[in-house]
Each structure stands twice: as structure tokens, then as C-alpha cells.
């Protein structure tokens, strides 16, 4: 089992940078694979990116790549997704989400979510 906890979100501008969170909790954290996926109002829940459990494999969907940098720390439990050059078009509430498959693009293929952390980007 495993509890996923983001923080992080908030309204920033447009060209402006977050850092979202993502603390887990479980003793198996560390061999899951780890992702971002992100709904906006109206739209279906989307991938974002992703990080594998060991080697730090990444993928991003096309949308955010240059801008998006997914990692994280086994240690510490916890996943980041550090956003920069946010758009109005990334407004969406975020959640992180765990996986054992590899690799994994639609929500679907998930096994445990968070709740969620909102972020507002402002034109």
C-alpha cells in the first residue's frame, strides 16, 4: 500500500516556475514507478511525466518538454515535478500517482493516486 501526499501548487504567472511535491508513504515507495498526471476543467485526466523506480528513467509528454523536470528521492520518499516557463495552458490540478508497469502513459495503468495539488497559471 501506498498513501501519495502533493503540495506545491499555487497561482503564479505566466513565465513563472513551481515545484510540486509529491510525499509518499508505504515501505515499497522506493520500487514503484513514479508520474504526474494533471486534469483540467472539462478535460480528461492527462500524463505529464514520469520517472522509473531505479536507473531514473524519465518520460514527458511532448507539451512539457524543455520545461519540466521530473526526479526524486528514494531517501526521502518523495517526488518533485519542477515546472519553469509555465503557461496559461498548464492551469490544472496535478496529481502524482504510482505505477509497477513500465512504461506508463494513461491514467489507467496507475495503482495509487494522490488527491491532488492545484495550479493556476495567470496570462
Known amino acids: 500500500q501506498v498513501q501519495l501526499v502533493e503540495s506545491g501548487g499555487g497561482l503564479v504567472q505566466a513565465g513563472g516556475s513551481l515545484r510540486l511535491s509529491c510525499a509518499a508513504s508505504?515501505?515499497?515507495?522506493?520500487?514503484?514507478?513514479m508520474g504526474w498526471f494533471r486534469q483540467a476543467p472539462g478535460k480528461e485526466r492527462e500524463f505529464v511525466a514520469a520517472?522509473?523506480?531505479?536507473?531514473?528513467?524519465?518520460l514527458y509528454t511532448d507539451s512539457v518538454k524543455g520545461r519540466v523536470t521530473i526526479s526524486r528521492d528514494n531517501a526521502k520518499n518523495t517526488v518533485y515535478l519542477q515546472m519553469n516557463s509555465l503557461k496559461p495552458e498548464d492551469t490544472a490540478v496535478y496529481y502524482c500517482a504510482a505505477a509497477r508497469v513500465w512504461p506508463f502513459l494513461t491514467a489507467r495503468d496507475m495503482d495509487y493516486w494522490g488527491k491532488g495539488t492545484l495550479v493556476t497559471v495567470s496570462s
Open positions: 508505504g515501505r515499497t515507495f522506493s520500487t514503484y514507478n
Open positions: 520517472i522509473t523506480w531505479s536507473l531514473g528513467r524519465v
